[in-house]
């Protein structure tokens, strides 16, 4: 069985690449990207505590199974505004997202 330790480990490393991700790109769907990298980092702890802790229930399945939910919604939701900004400004870039203030 694989320790405990190895998928904190996993998770702190994927989730620091998703905040690296997120403040150092301009690029907004690598941005997004980042987002889902940092969220699935959280869904594999709630999974591994879960088995860990208490392998009879699927308590932290269920709840990795709602944060995919939000997210699948965030990134509709962001792709929508992502594909509005290029077609106004022709990129992608998040610095240019300052024009669609009212």
Do not use: C, H, Q
């Amino acid at each position: 069985m694989v320790p405990l330790e190895n998928y904190l480990a996993l998770s702190a490393v994927m989730f620091a690449l998703g905040v690296y991700g997120v403040l150092a790109r301009r690029n907004a769907v690598l941005v997004l990207m980042s987002i889902e990298l940092m969220l699935n980092a959280v869904n594999l702890n709630f999974v591994a505590f879960a088995a860990y802790l208490d392998p009879g229930r699927i308590l932290g399945a269920i709840f990795a199974v709602f944060i995919i939910t939000v997210a699948a919604a965030e990134v509709g939701l962001a792709l929508a505004i992502v594909i509005r900004l290029f077609r106004n400004r022709a990129t992608a870039n998040v610095d240019e997202a300052a024009i669609l203030k009212w």
